[in-house]
T-cell receptor
Framework: AQTVTQSQPEMSVQEAETVTLSCTYDTSESDYYLFWYKQPPSRQMILVIRQEAYKQQNATENRFSVNFQKAAKSFSLKISDSQLGDAAMYFCAYRSARGQGAQKLVFGQGTRLTINP | KAGVTQTPRYLIKTRGQQVTLSCSPISGHRSVSWYQQTPGQGLQFLFEYFSETQRNKGNFPGRFSGRQFSNSRSEMNVSTLELGDSALYLC???????????FGQGTRLTVV
């Protein structure tokens, strides 16, 4: 079974600075997807960024980028120019590309990010 | 395009009762999955439905069940509620060929 580990329960950063959230995962599969979701106090899970395992290029979405190291099974999220609205719980998630595992997300325990003004 | 809608947003139930939660997916999405979120266990997969068929089920007791209707709306039911069932229940929908899942705002269930 796949597992996802986020080793940082809490992180804080000054507004306008850069912060990196860590995520490692364990799988024997070669084809899968990785995601970062954000959950603000409103509770709704919002997709931040996704990465297909077959793509070597790291995904980027505006101020958000990932460092995907497939061999090391590492998938970190970098937030540049942090804004107050970035404060939330961040979850790393894994989904298989095929088979029964393709029907579910496996989540890490989350990292609570605080932005200091 | 409307997002994923979950109703109700909040529920308070008594131990031993049963509860039904509803999820309306994004129009055109045929896959609906459910997750339980608690402070202790985090986010755990409950089950997934596609075209009215349950394709996958997580490691939860039989008290947790679900179904999906022909319009892709889904319901989950929890019978004989226990205090430990208090949680945020999240529903997500995905299109047939889509990569990412889109979540609703969740239903906060409190069992007293």
């Amino acid at each position: 079974a796949q597992t996802v580990t986020q080793s940082q329960p809490e992180m804080s950063v000054q507004e306008a600075e850069t912060v990196t959230l860590s995520c490692t995962y364990d799988t024997s599969e070669s084809d899968y997807y990785l995601f970062w979701y954000k959950q603000p106090p409103s509770r709704q899970m919002i997709l931040v960024i996704r990465q297909e395992a077959y793509k070597q290029q790291n995904a980027t979405e505006n101020r958000f980028s990932v460092n995907f190291q497939k061999a090391a099974k590492s998938f970190s999220l970098k937030i540049s120019d942090s804004q107050l609205g970035d404060a939330a719980m961040y979850f790393c998630a894994y989904r298989s590309a095929r088979g029964q595992g393709a029907q579910k997300l496996v989540f890490g325990q989350g990292t609570r990010l605080t932005i200091n003004p | 395009k409307a997002g994923v809608t979950q109703t109700p947003r909040y529920l308070i139930k008594t131990r031993g009762q049963q509860v039904t939660l509803s999820c309306s997916p994004i129009s055109g999405h045929r896959s609906v999955s459910w997750y339980q979120q608690t402070p202790g266990q985090g986010l755990q997969f409950l089950f997934e439905y596609f075209s009215e068929t349950q394709r996958n089920k997580g490691n939860f007791p039989g008290r947790f069940s679900g179904r999906q209707f022909s319009n892709s709306r889904s319901e989950m039911n929890v019978s004989t509620l226990e205090l430990g069932d208090s949680a945020l229940y999240l529903c997500a929908s995905r299109s047939w060929a889509g990569t990412e899942a889109f979540f609703g705002q969740g239903t906060r269930l409190t069992v007293v």
